[in-house]
T-cell receptor
Framework: AQSVTQPDIHITVSEGASLELRCNYS??????LFWYVQSPGQGLQLLLK??????LVQGIKGFEAEFKRSQSSFNLRKPSVHWSDAAEYFC????????????FGAGTTVTVRA | SQTIHQWPATLVQPVGSPLSLECTVE??????LYWYRQAAGRGLQLLFY??????ISSEVPQNLSASRPQDRQFILSSKKLLLSDSGFYLC????????????FGPGTRLTVL
């Protein structure tokens, strides 16, 4: 079965500083990997996804993520955080063999301080 | 472009009352449809998914049921709500063939008192 771990429940970062959110997955074959962002009381918005090819993927809002098979990780990064990046971030894994059903991590809440 | 709607946005219901949450998708045909529940600090739990009209797969046995009466309509129901049914309910859709990426609706906040 596929699973996702987001080790950091809450991260506080200063505006303008860099941000890295960790995601580790468990799956036997090559997974499909996603990062979503959720503002309070809202649905989830897709930031980026990895299916195959280049292991460094670019997303919206200046985010990028790197797939590292050897570490079973798919960490999300942003070089310079804006106050509007304060939200909850979810990593998810899916697989063709599982009908593309997604398993989500518990989420990381990001607080941005001025 | 595709749009997904959910209503109501918020709902407060007494224990033992029935429930009906609705999700509709516009701008696509034959989508896969999903219901998730989000509890605080626990991520998203897949409740049901559907690959077509009348085809429902349940992921977690519980007090809820789902139906798909039309191609782009997905309904989450309960005959008698429990306190533990409180949470944020999200509907999502994906393309039927090669449907890897899921797109989420705005969600319904359900409080059972």
């Amino acid at each position: 079965a596929q699973s996702v771990t987001q080790p950091d429940i809450h991260i506080t970062v200063s505006e303008g500083a860099s941000l890295e959110l960790r995601c580790n997955y468990s799956y036997g074959a090559t997974p499909y990997l996603f990062w979503y962002v959720q503002s309070p009381g809202q649905g989830l918005q897709l930031l980026l996804k990895y299916f195959s090819g280049d292991t460094l993927v670019q997303g919206i809002k200046g985010f990028e993520a790197e797939f590292k098979r050897s570490q079973s990780s798919f960490n999300l990064r942003k070089p310079s955080v804006h106050w509007s990046d304060a939200a909850e971030y979810f990593c998810a894994v899916g697989a063709l063999s599982n009908d593309y059903k997604l398993s989500f991590g518990a989420g990381t809440t990001v607080t941005v301080r001025a | 472009s595709q749009t997904i709607h959910q209503w109501p946005a918020t709902l407060v219901q007494p224990v033992g009352s029935p429930l009906s949450l609705e999700c509709t998708v516009e701008g696509t045909s034959n989508p896969n449809l999903y219901w998730y529940r989000q509890a605080a600090g626990r991520g998203l739990q897949l409740l049901f998914y559907s690959v077509g009209i009348g085809q429902i797969s349940s992921e977690v046995p519980q007090n809820l049921s789902a139906s798909r009466p039309q191609d782009r309509q997905f309904i989450l129901s309960s005959k008698k709500l429990l306190l533990s049914d409180s949470g944020f309910y999200l509907c999502a859709w994906s393309v039927r063939r090669g449907g890897d990426t899921q797109y989420f609706g705005p969600g319904t906040r359900l409080t059972v008192l």
